[in-house]
């Protein structure tokens, strides 16, 4: 499945962004679709995904309660809504999509499928 991230670009401390990922052409349905970031110098960090075995959210606890994961199969997006940015939020973001377990579903080698990623730079 093809994966294509938009929707970053620079925002000042306290902003907000939101995020899109879709499929064109394609469907992610069968697939649990997650957001990552990466930082220069940094390894790939799992930000938020929906497991699709129990159509849970998870998040990594430096942006609970300020991002928002969203899904919408009849639109084949998936959306992240930033808010309250942080400087520390700077990262390039990818959209992965995978079929991992609970277990594995921070670690970014159980998705096969990845977006071209979306710089978001927070200015402080």
């Known amino acids: 499945v093809q994966l294509q991230a938009s929707g970053g670009g620079l925002v000042q401390a306290g902003g907000s962004l939101k995020l899109s990922c879709a499929a064109p052409g394609g469907s992610f349905g069968s697939y649990t679709v997650a957001w990552f970031r990466q930082a220069p110098g940094k390894e790939r960090e799992f930000v938020a995904a929906?497991?699709?075995?129990?159509?849970?959210?998870y998040y990594d606890d430096s942006v609970k309660g300020r991002f928002t994961f969203s899904r919408d199969n009849a639109k084949n997006t998936v959306n992240l809504q930033m808010n309250n940015l942080k400087p520390e939020d700077t990262a390039v973001y990818y959209c992965?999509?995978?079929?991992?377990?609970?277990?594995?579903?921070?670690?970014?080698?159980?998705?096969?499928?990845w977006g071209q990623g979306t710089q978001v730079t927070v200015s402080s």
């Open positions: 929906t497991l699709l075995q129990n159509h849970r959210t």
């Open positions: 992965g999509a995978g079929r991992p377990i609970l277990s594995s579903i921070r670690r970014p080698l159980s998705y096969g499928y």
